[in-house]
């Protein structure tokens, strides 16, 4: 007994300022947010936040059980959305301390400060006598600090100091105190200023840091990363520490933005042409030690230079001259490429290597070095899948006469010539035209256009022979063709007032896919009149695959016994999306009313036309002969008697 004495005496003395004695067996020692091992920082809008209560058992009696009742204030709830909120304890052994753990939500709406809360104490003790006990006690919401850092720049020159700013944000509702900065970042970056202390930094506030931070010009193209480790005080008085990385793309140093010219940019044909390269510093900065390089090939030959320049120095908004003789060669072609390769020292004392292309425009004293051949198809439609008769047309547009002119069309997977593929003409004058009859047969499978390829060579006034190749390009359609191939009407016998059907095979027989395929009878029909349905879409139809369509027919009461025509209307798109109509007939046989049997299928094939009579019109010729015999019979006999 006189070990618990001293030692609940040494707990007494032991306890902190704020311990609150609760009856005669009970102190509490602390209440804070958080567990014994981990505070944490509470405010609104916190979820499932622990609260400790540190009780102490004062007496020499353990206390068999505990239970804790909090009784919360508006705003503040247990898990469970109540307003009570219960936890209990187990043994308490005299002189021990026993901690109760509330897990409590906070509203978003509550403001921050102190709240008022009661606890409830009631037990028994070991010597079965019971307590009740009754104190208030504050709940401190001070808010949840979160501080945030962001770049406002996303940029940093190479080379360069930079002047950069980070905005320190409290995200939170609480205030945050006593900020400390520590940046750090990898090698060649130099961070040389910041704020490194703020006071405190208030819930909602942002708070500018202006850095000073050099990237050496070798990171250029390249990212960097800059830690930031912010140490500060919560709400609470906790020190905490956040750390961030902010990444910065370190940017090229800006360019002097050299522009090249060629002066005058249209040279003539067998001149010497005197040109200048014209070099301006549209930039900001100064450029200096600037070495060019020109490099050119046939038909331009520099005269008189070895195509490699010096210019010291070019500063913002300058222009350096550089002159240089140039002599064009014969040639077919337009206009020719100048290269010229450059390097130079920026504002950052980097060396920097270019290269850039310049066009110099060719052009002759007479129409003689342009082409005088002008090559034509006719017709410029071809049809895929059959042979195609064209017409090749050679004019001379020239100011000369050209001889042993030569075509020869090259060979072609799509397109293949069906006669000697040379065309020769030994003469032809200026203004002549030559036109030579062809055949070219064109695959199927061809897509729509197609190029075809020629290669073109003669002789000129200077007895120099001169190649050309040509493409003429020509549009490939291909042949869509519907045939009926099989019919059949349904009953055979077709009487005035009486429905019957007719089944038509529809087979494409062209060399192309149609698309967009549909069917549908002519509006026109004298005689006759549509039952069901008035139009059927077939979409794609390929070629060769059979397609079977049945419509229903009223023959009308007033139509008169023969042979009827009934037209289908068929329409589809062709491989190059042109749209077709064309119209099929089927002939329908009305006979008077009574005659013949109750009827059969007429099943008709037009494509096994052999000369011969099939089944069906055998039996139309006969039957009607054997019921007239008949009948004839049958009156005679009567008359006799």
Known sequence: MKAYALLLLLLVLALPVYSQEVGSNLAIVSIKWGTSSQSVEVGPGSVNAPLTIQLLNRDDIAIRYAKLTLSLPEGITSTDDSRTAVVFLPTMNPGTISEAVFYLNIDKNLKTGVHQATLYIEGVNDDDTTFLYTTPIQLRINGEVSLHVSNAEKTV????????????????????????IVMSTSQQVSILSYPTRFDKIDAGESVKVPVEIYVAPSLAGSPVTINVAMNYLDSYGNPRTVESTLGYEVAYSTPPNLLLEIIPNQLTIYNLNDVKLRVTNAGFTVVRDVALTLSVNLPLVPVGTDGKFNIPEIRPGETAEIPVSIYVSETSAPSSPVTVSLSYLD???QLKTESRVLNAFLSARSAEFLSPINLRITPN?????TINNITVSVSNIGSTTLRDLTITPSASSQATWLQENTLNIPSLEPGEEYKSQAAIFVASDSPTSITLAMTVSYYGRDNVQRQEERQIGVLVKGVVHFEVVDLTILPEVVSPGQTFSVTIVLVNTGTVQASAVSLRPSENIQGFRLFGQSRVFLGNVPTNTPTSVTFSFTALNSTSPGRYQLPLVVSYRDNVGEVHTDTLSVNVNVRPAGFGGPGTARTQTTTANTGFLNTSNIITIVVPLLIGLVAGVAIGRRGRR
């Open 157 to 180: 020159m190479a080379g360069r100091r930079n002047s950069v700013n980070l905005i320190l944000s409290n995200n939170g509702t609480g205030t945050a105190s006593e900020v400390e």
């Open 381 to 385: 439609i071809l049809y895929s899948g």
């Open 347 to 349: 504002d950052s004392n």
